[in-house]
């Protein structure tokens, strides 16, 4: 069996190694091909967005919380008028809440979703920040965004609703501070607008 | 910018070049390494050679340079590297600014303890972590460690002579490819051996003079989240030919990922020309990614790394490398290709300098350009 592959591999490794395929794009724009093929290897790196790091609280790990983290993120924001009746609580005297953040993803239309923009580094930071991607793959991105953007059942706009009060905390401590509104989300980690970097617990 | 400096940072184990393989005269890198597939710590034979043959003025390689004599069972060392970096990605909002920034600093110990058995672990600091404090989105909680502190390695060995039958269990990258330093090349960071994505494994293996097999089982790390996502096998055979000019191997990787399997069957080559002190490799890799969901079903996927290194004088490298990294070969525009230049210079034991140029080109998309400049020093 090993005598066929060889060949049979390295054939292959000839034959593409300047480019095979068609110029046809007949992958599905599905989460369920995005998410494995594109966002996990390109975006959930260890030091970046994977459950170990989570750069700008976003997790491109797993099909679930990949779309999570594009549609619907909720993130802590202050408000001084939070109540504990609302889920907020106070941290280091600061009243903070958890709300919807602004999606990456705007359903049907590409051309206003973030993601789109980080992708083609088109007025927000470049991301991957080392590598642009394939522009097959960015379109594979918007054809699944002009389609509803949809994925078991869920929807972009089941984002409405936000946390129940009183959300599950993060128990030993570890967290990441998250504000996407207002453009590109901060890969740095550092906080933007209305967002209080969170104080070390551990 | 500074993920710009974590993603390209984060080096391999240092000293493990595989382009010393063959065009050292070796044909087995657990000859200068403790690890039965090279990588990592070197041994007291690995320390002479650093310093009498791989670098341009020659000295100590021992440890300390020879200050301090450590007992045989008892081995220590320690990896710092700086560097400076250079990335276009063509990214309005962050530039090319330049970086300068530490790369790695990792202690490695080993001790032998009696039956064959030995303790191998490295200690080090990792870029970037969740920061601490309750800010946290809920839906993306998880128990996960926020120790800047890692160990990329611990591990177990059993192997009573240096030929013949081990078994290993432990965190490290399972036997694999090329294993290029540079964890930015295609058949590193996308096919399961990026920087920090070791898993924990159970290994066991033959070497023998002219041929090494290793068997490896993994799976990530369930507890800190660090490494490796996937769970599944390795396995890597590779036969030396025409007294350690030729190398040849055959690998296979199945991993159990979330929603997809990727089974990978590859080979890849090495010749060494000695008139002309030039080692060629290559390396081809087809993947099948077989999607859970019947609405994707099965796609292939081919990535593949080839070049040649000159060793010109002692102690210095020049690399070229080629990669492509098709995403689905019924695609053709779904591919990265990439050219590299590598420039090594050990001039003294313990010492590297690196200069690297690479560009990147994905199909349609924007091409990245990047420099880096690298010194390590090594105890």
């Not at chain 1, 919380?65 to 889920?87: F, K, Q």
């Not at chain 2, 070791?198 to 293996?205: D, P, Q």
């Not at chain 2, 993994?218 to 030919?241: C, M, N, Q, T, W």
Request: charged content about 15%; proline content about 6%.
């Amino acid at each position: 069996m090993l005598k066929s592959l060889v060949p049979t591999v390295a054939a292959i490794a000839l034959t593409c190694s300047m480019g095979c395929g068609s110029s046809a794009d007949d992958r599905p724009a599905v989460w369920e091909y995005i998410s494995p093929a594109i966002f996990q290897p390109n975006c959930a790196t260890v030091s970046c967005h994977s459950p170990a790091a989570a750069v700008a609280g976003l997790d491109f790990s797993t099909m679930d919380h990949g779309y999570t983290s594009l549609t619907s993120l909720w993130v802590w924001i202050v408000d001084m008028n939070g109540t504990a009746e609302m889920g907020c609580r106070k941290v280091n005297g600061t009243t903070v809440c958890q709300k919807g953040s602004r999606p990456l993803v705007t359903p049907y239309d590409p051309s206003q979703s973030l993601i789109v923009h980080m992708l083609r580094a088109q007025g927000a930071a470049r991301m991957p920040p080392d590598r642009p991607l394939p522009e097959a793959d960015i379109e594979l991105v918007e054809k699944w965004i002009l389609n509803g953007a949809t994925w078991a059942g869920r929807s972009p706009f089941d984002a409405g609703g936000g946390p129940s009060p009183g959300g599950e905390d993060a128990g030993d401590g570890s967290a990441e501070a998250t504000n996407l509104d207002g453009g590109a989300a901060d890969h740095a980690g550092a906080s933007s607008d209305g967002v209080v970097d969170a104080p070390d617990a551990r | 910018m500074s993920m710009l400096v974590v993603l390209a940072l984060g080096a391999s184990d240092a000293n493990a070049y595989p382009q010393w393989q063959l065009s050292t005269g070796l044909g087995r890198c657990n000859q200068c390494h403790y690890a039965p597939d090279g990588g990592g710590l070197i041994n007291s034979y690995g320390r002479d050679a650093d310093g009498d043959e791989l670098s341009t003025f020659q000295g100590n390689g021992a440890f300390l340079h020879g200050l301090v004599a450590l007992p045989s069972f008892f081995a220590i060392g320690a990896d710092l590297r700086g560097a400076l970096v250079v990335e276009d990605v063509q990214d309005p909002i962050h530039g090319t600014t330049p970086h300068v920034f530490p790369m790695q600093a990792d202690l490695e110990a080993r001790a032998a303890l009696p039956a064959g058995f030995s303790l191998y672990g490295t200690l080090g600091l990792r870029g970037r972590v969740r920061t601490g404090g309750p800010f946290v989105p809920t839906q993306n909680y998880q128990p996960i460690s926020t120790s800047e502190l890692i160990s990329r390695e611990h591990w177990a060995l059993w192997q009573p002579e240096s030929l013949g039958p081990y078994v290993r269990a432990g965190r490290y990258f399972a036997p694999f490819g090329l294993r290029l330093a540079e964890h930015i090349t295609y058949i590193r960071r996308d096919l399961g051996f990026n920087v920090l994505e070791e898993s924990y494994n159970i290994s066991a293996g033959y070497l023998f003079n002219e041929w090494e097999l290793h068997l490896t089982a993994f799976a990530p790390d369930f507890v800190r989240h660090i490494g490796s996502r996937e769970k599944g096998f390795v396995g890597y055979f590779e036969r030396r030919l025409f007294d350690d000019t030729v190398a040849l191997a055959g690998q296979t990787r199945y991993a159990i990922g979330d929603g997809v399997e990727k089974f990978i069957l590859g080979v890849l080559a090495k010749v060494y020309v000695a008139p002309i002190k030039t080692l060629f490799f290559g390396e081809v890799d087809s993947v099948q990614l077989m999607f859970d969901s019947p609405l994707v079903g099965t796609r292939e996927q081919l990535v593949a790394a080839y070049g040649l290194t000159v060793f010109p004088v002692r102690g210095v490298m020049l690399t070229a490398l080629g990669e492509r990294n098709q995403l689905d070969l019924a695609v053709r525009d779904s591919a990265w290709s990439a050219a590299n230049a590598f420039f090594n210079w050990f001039p003294y034991p313990h010492c590297e300098m690196q200069l690297v140029g690479r560009l990147e080109f994905p199909a349609g998309g924007d091409t990245a350009k990047t420099f880096l400049a690298q010194l390590h020093y090594f105890l």
